[in-house]
């Protein structure tokens, strides 16, 4: 019983997903209706779902009308939990009917579907009008796609993060083996980047990134020289699309079983062996995978075969909007191509490209950065500065737009006159002393430079544009595929069993499970998880999914108690021990002294990396008292047994955070 919607300040819903049971729910209710009052229409699901919410709607609305606030949250009389949030013009709205969420829960799941929709439509969303639009196209065909992209995501996020810890505590994890992790790094400088960058069916795109997942854990990660660093967030982006796109196959856990019931007697892994043909090619230099350059009739006939098998995949990319900086330039919506390669059932390769007239992009940002800032300070009744220490600075801005004007090809003349009018009211001494009719100006500037943005790199998509050869595209898949051939089985199982806790229970004796985190790059160790029957390190029955539920309910208070303020929680949960811990480090890992974090309120964004990357803005904050150091962030979170005394728990937790400190100075990328 799920629900989320956005509505405009009109109560028209722009966007809405709901399950199965909602859905049935709220058509037999309203096919009811016509009965009781002797009619035969039954109303369309869009239909129902408006009127459903539009008494709320307007309530939020009329709220914010008269004392520029809403609810946050409230139980219904049949105990239907709502949680409200406002973004600009948007009203955001998620339900939930069966207790299975909390306010938390759904409060994150908003913040989440705002990351969504920043990371597919970009610096559009900065103008409600054009993103009502782009939410609620008028054409009902492009309409359902939209909300089919949008409602996939969402599926696949709650998903992700009911069953996988990486999407639970918001970071990336790796696939630990350092050997095979730098020869694919290697591999995919030599194969990929460079053969794509040096080719000329690339219609001037350019490979930026380019990494290898197996199912939602990074196996390598390569960016080219020129290009800025990923955000881990918008990584974990990038893999949530993944995964939509290439689900999982559940049934991939139940091939590799007898594997896995292997490795679990000992903990370890071995090592496949290559194939004759490829043993004939690589000599005595193993599993050197870059040295096998004409791959033998064997492999090459595998491949073709692996690729009849793999899920058919799209040669049309997805535009994409993420964190980057071009030429010390900054915008935190730059244009990229994403191009998702499924190599096998739960392997995949992605690249991200850089799209021609990124430099467009970068001036934009920078234009409606400053029209921002001037939209607020008229909105709290500030006279515009024009002195050269004011930023923006006007005479400084009127030469940029000046500029950016005369060297855009769209949309040009509908830019110049706001830009004129602008002018008119701003640097005119006879129209200065009108606030509304310069806010009017300023607005209509920004919903233009939109508009410029969107013709640029959304009205044509990517697909509708060059981008890189479908034989290139092939050829790529097919030159990944040859090089991985004989470790694929292996991958799928290292996947599911990346760390055990069969290696840290000598040294560390009632400890049942834990979760590392490196805040600083967004990188997480944990030890498997496997609620499966037939291979879990827990038993055949229902004790992995108890000791699942305790590490979801752990992380939940710890981020709840961060929240607050707190940077350590210890308590005794029934016959187990739980403890949270965050604390900072500067680079070598000498430990620094706890200062007291700032308190957020309860309808603030939630502590994670999708919904607004608290550890970032935290990192900053700490830093400003030592800014002449690295500052490292991490974060531990332990279950024990409980008849472990509370001291030398304590001291495990130290102990097994210095052991799990070396792994994760391994860089992610």
Request: aromatic share 10%; proline share 4%; with cysteine.
């Amino acid at each position: 019983m799920k629900c989320l919607l956005i509505a405009s300040e009109s109560a028209q819903v722009l966007f809405y997903w709901a399950d199965q049971d909602f859905e049935a729910r709220l058509r037999q209710q309203f096919e009811d209706l016509p009965e009781q009052h002797g009619e035969t229409h039954v109303p369309a699901f869009e239909d129902s779902i408006n009127t459903l919410f539009a008494p709320l709607l307007i309530s939020c609305i009329t709220l914010n009308e008269k004392i520029s606030d809403t609810y946050t949250s409230f139980i219904s009389e049949n105990n239907y939990l709502f949680t409200v949030h406002q973004f600009g013009e948007c009203t955001y709205i998620a339900v939930n009917g069966d207790g299975s969420e909390n306010e938390d829960d759904l409060r994150r799941k908003i913040f989440v579907l705002k990351k969504i929709i920043d990371l597919r439509f970009g610096l559009v969303t900065l103008d409600a009008g054009i993103l009502k639009k782009t939410l609620r196209p008028q054409d009902t065909e492009q309409r359902c796609k939209v909300w089919k992209m949008l409602q996939g995501l969402l599926v696949t996020y709650s998903h992700l993060r009911e069953d996988d810890q990486s999407f639970l505590v918001e970071a990336v994890e790796r696939l630990i083996h350092p050997q095979l992790c730098q020869q694919c790094i290697e591999f995919l400088d030599r194969y990929v980047v460079q053969q794509i960058n040096g080719s000329v069916e690339r219609a001037n795109e350019e490979v930026v990134h380019t990494f290898i997942l197996v199912h939602t854990k990074l196996l390598s990660f390569l960016s080219s020289r020129n290009a800025s660093s990923l955000r881990p967030s918008d990584l974990l982006s990038l893999i949530l699309i993944a995964q939509d796109m290439y689900p999982s196959d559940d049934n991939l856990e139940v091939q590799t079983d007898k594997d896995l019931e292997k490795s679990l007697e000992t903990g370890e892994f071995n090592t496949p062996k290559l194939s004759a043909a490829a043993q004939e090619e690589g000599g005595s230099q193993g599993c050197n995978l870059h040295q096998v350059t004409q791959p033998a009739i064997k492999v090459a006939k595998d491949t073709e075969q692996s690729l009849e098998s793999c899920p058919s995949r799209d040669t049309v990319p997805l535009r994409v909007f993420l964190d980057a900086s071009v030429k010390d330039n900054y915008c935190p919506m730059m244009p990229h191509n994403m191009y998702c390669m499924p190599l096998w059932p739960g392997i995949s390769l992605v690249l991200l490209t850089k799209v021609p007239n990124s430099q467009v992009a970068v001036s934009l940002y920078h234009l409606l950065d400053a029209f921002t800032v001037i939209e607020a300070r008229l909105i709290e009744g500030q006279e515009l500065g024009h002195s050269s220490h004011t930023h923006p600075n006007m005479s400084d801005l009127k030469q940029k737009m000046d500029k950016f004007i005369k060297a855009i090809g769209v949309l040009k003349q509908q830019l110049q006159s706001a830009w004129v009018d602008f002018k008119s009211k701003a640097f005119s001494k006879v129209n200065a002393g009108n606030p509304p009719d310069l806010l009017q100006a300023c607005r209509n500037v920004k919903s233009r430079l939109c508009l410029v943005y969107q013709h640029y790199f959304l009205l044509k998509p990517a697909g509708h544009s060059q981008h890189l050869t479908i034989d290139l595209q092939t050829k790529t898949q097919k030159n990944v595929q040859e090089k991985l051939m004989d470790w694929k089985d292996f991958l799928l199982v290292k996947s599911k069993r990346n760390t055990t806790m069969i290696s840290y229970l000598q040294d560390f004796p009632g400890l049942i499970h834990f979760i590392y985190v490196d805040r600083t790059v967004g990188h997480m160790i944990a030890p498997s998880l496997s609620t499966s029957k037939k291979s879990t390190e827990l038993g055949k029955g229902p004790l992995a999914a108890f000791i699942k539920n305790k590490v979801w309910s752990l992380v939940g208070m710890g981020q709840r108690y961060l929240q607050k303020g707190y940077t350590t929680l210890t308590f005794r949960d029934g016959d187990y021990y739980c403890c949270y811990f965050l604390w900072f480090e500067n680079e070598v890992g000498y430990k620094l002294p706890v200062i007291e974090l700032p308190v957020l309120s309860d309808d603030s964004a939630p502590i994670g990396m999708l919904t607004g990357d608290y550890y970032r803005k935290l990192l900053r904050y700490y830093g400003k008292n030592h800014s002449l150091e690295m500052i490292k962030c991490f974060e531990l979170f332990t279950i024990h047994f409980g008849v472990i005394p509370a001291d030398f728990i304590v001291q495990q937790c130290c102990d097994l955070a210095r052991r799990l400190w070396e792994p994760s100075r391994i860089p992610l990328f």
